[in-house]
């Protein structure tokens, strides 16, 4: 029955329904706006109905939220609600007042924050007054876990409102919104209303409330910048200052740099901090810096202030961020421009001193990649400060040239002086990487003859059982010898990284400007570069991706660098390596993770396959963005699906091939290919250009790939092997990997990588195949390293320095397979007859040989060098080759290897000789050594009619046809 002041609303809460269920069963009810008092109102109760509330009187002292505690379920609120008409202030009833309670229902999310807050709160009131109530003699140490369980409580009590609030500010918000700093506020006085007639709980949540904004606060951007700046202001002087500044901002967010960098407090700290450092500058006026100089420095020379800001800007700026060395340099310009100025005016002559130009030029340069550090050399270019020899040593100890490129532009400076020098610092640079390469390949020299001459015999798992054998042994024998080649090669890979920096700035000169071209051309055309180069890219995959990767690409795409008439076949191989190695590290490496049944990693892999589309890698490849963008649509259409077969995959590689073939017009004329493609009908993307590997090789990773995915075909399957073999072959790549590298000119055939044999570089790549090779990913994948073999395959069209294994004998494949394709390695033409010996060497060689497997007794035999210096093991592989096997697959090499156990050491030992004659006469080169010769018709008779110069070991075969006789006279039975 309705009561004066009673409502629909106010009735569906006491009954834990609503208003429409109310209407729907009290039709007489017209309008549900207006109820008549003593008007008898029907409420369904029941499951999905309402609920029955109990009438409950309040006790002297009793609030609402005391109430709501003895009722699970219930909140003061509710209980407010459901007896509105009564109850118009939550905090104003009496003690032996009726109300209606609201039957317990599951409480919802907010309800239960709620509920722990009313808890929490209540655990402070007891942890304060168990603690008031002490007696005062009480014990210190009883004193003491009261008070620690008063701030427990109070801490406590900060989580349930933070809960609370959160969760308020959570249902209020719309799909998609993001809460203001008023909606936290507003939910937080929301809390404190349920408590407004209890000024204690009130002052207890205001408190909690407080602490909570300032953690936020903290939290925020902008907080986070004010401690970082509070604390850099700590730390000491100006230069402490300013390195805890940038200690701090090295690992903040991006959003608390921005804060810290734009905010008044950091500001204002950077200004301080210039300030110190242009201090010697009198605020810019030339007279009173040098009067202050003498007095403080007893009659020092006019340069000294100059000198000394410069000095204090470098100790300010060293190992700073770019972005915040830029700036600190830019607040100190205005006092430097004015003395500059007034300096010139007053004494004229160089105003720094070679100290302080070589200071100033560092400062420079490490600001040199930011807008800012570009318009703070501009700035300074302007004022025309120059000391030669100090831009010329700033040049040749890796600083970057742009400063002298800007120098040159101004008007009344000899710009040809002045380039001259940049020209000079970077060749003494290159001089240094020249030096550090020798290093290197002295270092590295025993490994890479051992590697190249002995590792063609064996498998993959071989190999790198010997060069960890031998990177202990040489540890043990020369400790310190792995430290030596990793810092090596980490300082070669350094190297690299700056010269292509100053590389890059020298390609902002104009084109045609004297000098440029010859300087560019002539650092491309150094193999010793090139090894730098290919280290920086291998070592820093960094230089190869976003901003940094852009801006590479950008250098080898400017036609005045690519097109360039002074390139050698040395300086082209580079724009081969840059494609390949920046295909590799954005593309390939995203990968190896696809799954066509995953829409996230189908999504992520045609993300990594659209950067592909870049006008720059285009160029650098010699097709235009156009074919580039169909061949990338071509790769894009072949991605396995969900659901398809090895066959679907196989012909979806077939597809791709053909598609391939039929992109872009002939190459005639352009730049990258020979002009004797155009004669041959080549396009774009046929199989034997650099593009159309690479594509074909995505494509196999892709296939392969998915395939693993698809179709749960385990590594070990043979059948896998099957597939990728037969759709290699459907891709055209079939070629090994040297033997590609070689057709597109990336190794020199007369190289000693180039002699060594297919099946060698095959095993140092990891690949099988050439380009990207999926089978050999897939069983280093068994190993745990899916990334190094299949994905460094871009090594074979190629990144030719990708790495050999990973783990600890990793930097050493990288160091083998580089030098070896940069042609660098120290005994390179060298007749060295008896170094590998083991009388020479202490056995190294033949230890390192026995990891084929080969007894101790053959392994001495075959370590013995020819007159000239060769090993005859590229000789018998070669032969291996030729009669049709493949050493990197266990069986076959077992079988290889088990032949030249069972020969007798006489035996062996002939042979031996006779192949060391046989090696003399190609120089070391096995690929001269074919099936047949044009004399075998005289030669192979005259074998078996005077055998006694092969059982002397003085007869060297031409072809397999007369080393086959010759098995046949010493009694060892042919190969195969």
Known sequence: ???????????????????????????????????????????????????????????????????????????????????????????????????????????????????????????????????????????????????????????????????????????????????????????????????????????????????????????????????????????????????????????????????????????????????????????????????????????????????????????????????????????????????????????????????????????????????AGQSNIERMAKLGVYDRDALRLHVSGGGSPAYAIALSRQPGIDSATVLQQAYDGVAAYRAQITETAKDYSVHMEELGWLVQNHGASMTPEQLQKAIADYTAEKNKSEPGWEAKGKALQDKLAEQGATLQTQLDALRALPAGTPGRDDAIAGALNDPAVGLALNTAWEKKPELLQGAKGDGLLGFFADPTVKGSAKLSDTGRKLFTDVATQYMKHNVAGALETFNPADPASVAATREAVGTLRNSRLAAVLGVSPKEMD??????????????????????????????????????????????????????????????????????????????????????????????????????GLTQKGLELAVGMGKINEGSLLGKAGASLVGRVLGAGMAVFDVWSAVESAQQGDYTSAGLYGAGAVGGVTAALFTGPIGWAGLAVVGISAAGLWVWNGVKESRKHEPDSDGGTAMRFLQHAGLNESAARALTDQSGDGHSVMPLLNRYAELKGMKLEDPAQQKKFIDWINGMQPEQLGALRDNLHESADDIDGDPAKFNATADGDRYVVPDIADRPWFTRMGDHGPESVAQLEAQLQVLQIRVLG
């Open 630 to 731: 169909a061949a990338v649509q071509a790769l894009e259409t072949a991605m396995p699906e969900a659901g398809d077969s090895a066959d679907d995959i196989a012909r979806k590689m077939s597809t791709l091939n053909g598609e391939l073939d039929e992109i872009g017009e002939a190459v005639r004329g352009r730049l990258g290919f020979d002009p004797a493609d155009a004669h041959r009908g080549m396009k774009a993307f046929d199989k034997t250009t650099v593009a159309g590997q690479a594509i074909r090789g995505l494509g196999m990773l892709l296939g392969g790939v998915g395939l693993l995915a698809s179709t749960g075909t385990a590594m070990s399957d043979p059948s896998l092997k099957n597939w990728l073999k037969a759709a290699g072959d459907g891709l």
């Open 1 to 371: 029955e309705v009561e004066r002041g009673e409502n629909l609303t106010e009735i569906s809460r006491r009954y834990q329904t609503t208003v429409p269920m109310l209407e729907a069963a009290n039709p007489q009810i017209k309008n549900p706006d207006t109820i008549e008092i003593g008007q008898k109102v029907n409420v369904p109760i029941g499951a999905d109905y309402g609920r029955e509330p109990t009438r409950d009187v309040v006790e002297p002292g009793q609030t609402l939220t005391d109430m709501a505690r003895q009722h699970a379920g219930v909140s003061a609120q509710d209980i407010a609600r459901a007896n509105r008409h009564e109850i118009p202030n939550a905090h104003r009833i009496h003690a032996g007042q009726e109300v209606w309670v609201p039957a317990d229902r599951p409480a919802t999310p907010l309800d239960q924050k709620v509920q722990a807050t009313d808890a929490a709160l209540a655990n402070v009131d007891r942890a304060q007054q168990a603690y008031d109530t002490l007696e005062p003699g009480t014990n210190r140490a009883i004193r003491d876990e009261m008070y620690e369980g008063i701030q427990s409580a109070k801490g406590n009590l900060k989580t349930a409102v933070q809960a609370e609030v959160d969760e308020r500010v959570k249902t209020i918000q719309p799909a998609g919104g993001k809460p203001t700093e008023a909606d936290y506020a507003a939910a937080g006085n929301q809390v404190k209303d349920r408590y407004q007639s209890d000024p204690a709980a009130t002052q207890k949540l205001d408190t909690a409330l407080k602490s909570l904004a300032d953690d936020s606060y903290r939290a925020s951007p902008q907080g986070q910048a004010e401690a970082i700046v509070s604390k850099a202001r700590g730390a000491g002087d100006a230069p402490k200052q300013v390195a805890s500044l940038n200690d701090s901002l090295k690992t903040a967010p991006p959003e608390v740099r921005n804060s810290v960098m734009n905010s008044a407090q950091g500001k204002q700290l950077i200004q301080d901090a210039a300030q110190w450092a242009t201090d010697p500058l009198a605020g810019g006026d030339a007279i009173k810096a040098d009067e202050n100089a003498r007095q403080e420095f007893g009659g020092a020379g006019q340069q000294v202030p100059g000198g000394k800001t410069m000095e204090r800007l470098e100790l300010l700026t060293r190992d700073l961020d770019p972005a915040l060395a830029a700036q600190l340099t830019s607040h100190a310009m205005p006092t430097v421009e004015k003395y500059l100025g007034e300096f010139q005016a007053q004494f004229g002559g160089q105003p720094l001193g070679p100290s302080g130009m070589a200071n100033m030029l560092k400062v420079l340069d490490r600001g040199v990649d930011t807008p």
